[in-house]
């Protein structure tokens, strides 16, 4: 079987990160603490739901990305992300297929290397691509 893609996190923009971990937190679910990510201009928490991470982010400035998305799309669902293993081989190779990737090379939390397919060749969805190999 080849090597597919795994889900690493789902991406969820929120106005106010506090006031959004109540609703997890009353739910039951642990939640790793608040890190601050000033390269990014973003405040994230991370909820491990049995396989899969929740990825809230908050805007630390009104024109970062998240914020943006929220302006235009109200808080949610901001990415899906994928682990690869390889990601510049797999850049490559959706690049010779048509996909738009945007902000590669790019470091992400953790330092691991990422990479976005454009909303508008991935079928409305931004997605992340995380090297496994850099996160090792």
Do not use: C
Request: charged share 20%; hydrophobic share 40%; aromatic share 6%.
């Amino acid at each position: 079987m080849p090597d597919v893609p795994k889900i690493n996190h789902v991406g969820i923009a929120v106005k106010n990160l506090e006031k959004a971990l109540v609703v997890y937190r009353d739910m039951g679910f642990d939640i790793l603490p608040a890190e601050l990510l000033e390269n990014h201009g973003l405040k994230v928490a991370n909820i491990s739901t049995g396989g899969v991470t929740l990825e809230l982010m908050e805007s630390l400035d009104s024109s970062g990305p998240v914020a943006k998305f929220i302006a235009n799309n109200g808080e949610g669902v901001h990415h899906l992300a994928f682990s690869v293993k390889n990601l510049d081989k797999t850049v490559k190779k959706l690049q010779q297929q048509g996909y738009s990737i945007i902000d590669y090379p790019h470091y992400g939390l953790n330092g691991s290397k990422i990479a976005f397919m454009h909303p508008k060749s991935a079928g409305g969805v931004l997605i992340e691509l995380i090297d496994i190999q850099e996160n090792v």
